[in-house]
């Protein structure tokens, strides 16, 4: 568990990650390297939010509400280059940032509540089972391009039969924008972001 009164490093990017979800990274810039070395040495997170506004390369302005991130693989193709993988874990709001003389920011948070498992209501199991036709589509073209290389965009094992798992990988594959995608995160109810969905997959009649 993070302590909620230490400094949590952070990675703004343009891009929102959830819950179990992966994120494979690419840190070339010295100061998200030594970053994410320190988190390793220490077998701690970072969190990753979304940018308000500003850039990756530059100074960031963080959206509120953010991920952690667990480093579950990676990789030194080159000098100054690390691959990593991650995956989501427990969602954060953020009560303080600073900003570090590397311009890297910290921030003191508060976790949110985690989704408690649940099951697929009746009326959204359509979701978990298109979502399962999407992931092996996903997968296979994946596999096929990268062959001994692939590894699943999906942490394993699936969870089809879980609401907030469900909701959280739709999240993820929607074609949205980030902050519509950020408001999603936000919301507290598992049940109440994959209505959400379930709604957007109707009106586009893709169930």
């Known amino acids: ?3 909620n009164d230490s400094w ?3 990675f703004p990017l343009n891009t929102v990650l959830f819950p179990q979800g992966v994120l494979p990274l690419k840190v070339f810039e010295a ?3 030594d ?3 320190d988190c390793m040495q220490s077998e701690t997170p970072f969190g990753v939010v979304l940018i308000k506004s500003g850039s990756e390369v530059g100074a960031a302005e963080p959206e509120a509400v953010g991920t952690l991130a667990r480093i579950t693989k990676w ?3 080159k000098l100054g280059l690390l691959l990593l993988r991650t995956e989501g874990g427990a969602r954060f709001r953020i009560r303080a940032t600073r900003v570090l003389a590397d311009r890297r920011l910290e921030a003191q948070v508060d976790l949110l509540p985690a989704d408690e498992p649940a099951p697929v209501s009746d009326m959204h199991v359509q979701c978990a089972k298109t979502l399962k036709i999407v992931i092996d589509d996903i997968n296979a073209k994946a ?3 990268q062959g001994p290389e692939f590894a699943s965009p999906f942490a394993q094992p699936l969870k089809l039969d879980d609401a907030g798992w469900v909701a959280n990988r739709w999240c993820e594959i929607l074609p949205i924008p980030l902050k519509a995608r950020q ?3 936000e919301l507290d109810d598992a049940q109440s972001r994959l209505s959400v969905v379930y709604q957007y ?4 009649k893709i169930l």
């Open 1 to 3: 568990m993070h302590n």
């Open 8 to 10: 949590l490093p952070l």
């Open 31 to 33: 100061r998200y390297t």
């Open 35 to 37: 970053m994410v070395r």
């Open 75 to 77: 990789d030194m193709e």
């Open 143 to 145: 596999r096929a391009e």
């Open 183 to 185: 408001k999603l995160l």
């Open 201 to 204: 997959l109707q009106q586009h």
